[in-house]
């Protein structure tokens, strides 16, 4: 078996070592553009701040190490140019060289990776502009932040341009975000992203929402940057973290099917149209977990588990890439947001029937010194509970808490089982109800009638007329420090004796400031006669869709 591989890094490199560890006899090439096979691209921009002080660190493996660990042929500053699918060969030019060769393979694996976009518009080819790929991009951008620059701005509020944003402000940058989305971290559902803007302004970052960079200048002091509104930014040095397109050069220029948004289309063997030739990792196009739709999700957990897959294949053992669920996570300073499965954003695209759940815990118990609050989303099938997606932010315990939603997801599980979870407790770790067992209560009991729930985006866009009676059932010191708009205050304590003041012919939407109270609140009504129903996840999530000026 002669098996080439084109590129390193995450899948790639994944799949060189898995098919050495099945076969001994094997002969195995690996082919990298780069000067680096295997390194830590999630870590880098915490190069760039410090956080990470060494660059070695960044090297996953050297090319020596897998020649002497794994006997594998690597071949680093070699550019695969073109695949002879007749002749079961690719034409490979030597960088340094200049020099090209043919190399024969009975398998052939494709991990090409994606390259970041750089839109075309004027000016993007300025000195001073950079994209962030690989270890040499890092280098020059540090370069820069280590001169001594103090302005910087960042087109693009994903997980890795924040995560630069962070770093820079450690360094002292002062940084603005360009985004054309109307909130950051457009993966996410918008509200459960007001916590991520306001922690981003508050730490001095300017971010100018819906809005995208139309040209870029050179100044006698640097760059500008002119945005869509017509704001001229100045900035000593401009990151591009708009998003990235597949490495499908090679794979369309040998007749290789492609989805429309450029992925290489692969079978759940992670095979392409051609049988002998793989592709994995950012360049393919795969399934969907939840919605079963084609799909691209450049991560680096999905890539390694396609590059291990794929050489099971080859090598004959049975392999099956079961899809992506996008299950991702980022720090923004002391915050952390992470997400797994749909958002709502995207099911109501596909118009697939969902509710939603809301809970504002802390990370564990309340009692204990240093409980950090979090709020979590849950999304789920109005008829069976199937969970669908989930999304977190907040401090300590957020990653913890969507793992375990993640493997929930995955398993096929509904909001019943989530009720029943049986989950380390120890008060400095988590609480007896943890987190997600709360997200299963309320969304539970929702399914079970227990308390109709009205979603407070939906009361807050009705026409004035049409609108429930909003009852706050906070204290009156709560109420007075802020409330929705409208509300009359009775506080769950005195309701059973007030009942006379609420009207019995009109709809009674329920809030008090994270759901519970409302909870009982609804079930005291409605065993009363009255048409309650809770506003899900209480005045707090209202104030997420108010947006971080609310917060």
Do not use: W
């Not at 609804?522 to 209202?542: E, V």
């Amino acid at each position: 078996m002669k098996l080439l591989i084109v590129g390193g890094v995450a899948g790639g490199a994944s799949a060189a070592a898995r098919a050495r560890r099945l076969s001994e006899d094997a002969e195995i090439i690996v082919f990298e553009r780069g000067p680096d096979v295997s390194f830590a691209n999630c870590g880098l921009p915490y190069y760039v701040g410090g956080e990470i002080a060494q660059r070695e660190k960044l090297l996953v493996t050297t090319p020596e190490r897998l020649r002497a660990r794994f006997k594998l042929d690597v071949r680093t500053r070699s550019s695969v140019e073109a695949i002879d699918r007749a002749a079961k060969k690719v034409r490979v030019r030597d960088l340094a060289t200049g020099r090209e060769y043919n190399e024969t393979y009975d398998k052939l694996i494709l991990a090409p990776g994606a390259a970041p976009l750089r839109p075309p518009i004027p000016g993007i080819d300025l000195p001073g502009i950079f994209t962030l790929r690989n270890l040499q991009d890092v280098d020059r951008i540090k370069e820069r932040v280590d001169a001594g620059v103090r302005r910087a701005v960042v087109v693009g509020a994903g997980f890795i341009g924040l995560e630069l944003v962070e770093n820079f402000v450690r360094r002292g940058v002062a940084t603005t975000v360009v985004e054309l989305q109307d909130q950051v971290l457009p993966p996410l559902d918008k509200e459960m992203t007001t916590p991520i803007l306001e922690t981003l302004r508050k730490h001095g970052v300017s971010v100018l929402l819906e809005q995208s960079a139309e040209a870029i200048e050179a100044a006698t002091d640097g760059l500008v940057v002119r945005v869509k509104s017509g704001e001229r930014l100045p900035a000593d040095l401009v990151i591009l973290g708009i998003g990235v397109r597949p490495e499908n050069r090679l794979a369309v220029e040998a007749g290789l099917e492609v989805g429309p948004r450029g992925g290489i289309r692969v079978n759940e063997q992670m095979q392409t149209a051609d049988p002998d030739v793989y592709a994995v990792g950012d360049a393919v196009e795969v399934r969907d977990f939840v919605s079963g739709d084609a799909t691209q999700v450049p991560l680096a957990g999905p890539a390694n588990r396609q590059g291990r897959l794929a050489a099971d294949h080859i090598f004959g053992r049975p392999a099956k890439f079961r899809g992506t669920q996008g299950t991702a996570v980022v720090g923004v300073f002391e915050l952390t947001a992470a997400a797994t499965g749909a958002s709502e954003k995207a099911l109501r695209r596909a118009q697939r029937p969902f509710r939603k759940a809301y809970v504002h815990p802390a990370n564990h118990a309340g009692y204990y010194p240093g409980a950090e609050p979090m709020t979590i989303k849950i999304l789920f099938h109005p008829e069976t509970g199937k969970l669908l997606g989930a999304q977190a932010v907040g401090g300590a315990g957020v990653d913890k808490r969507i793992d375990v939603l993640a493997v929930a997801l995955q398993a096929g599980m509904t909001v019943f089982d989530l009720e029943e979870m049986e989950l380390c407790y120890a008060p400095q770790y988590g609480s007896a109800k943890d987190p997600i067992n709360m997200a299963g209560f309320v969304a539970a009991g929702l399914l079970r009638g227990d308390h109709p729930q009205v979603d407070v985006e939906a009361v807050s866009a009705s026409e004035e007329s049409k609108r429930p009676l909003l009852l706050d059932v906070r204290t009156p010191q709560e109420f007075a420090a802020g409330n929705i708009p409208g509300a009359v205050n009775i506080p769950v304590d005195d309701l059973r004796a007030r009942l006379e003041e609420l009207p019995r012919d009109r709809e009674i939407a329920v809030y008090c400031q994270v759901g519970q109270r409302g909870y009982l609140a609804t079930r005291i009504l409605r065993q009363r006669g009255y048409a309650a129903s809770n506003i899900g996840g209480g005045y707090k999530t209202y104030l997420l869709f108010r947006g971080p000026q609310a917060l």
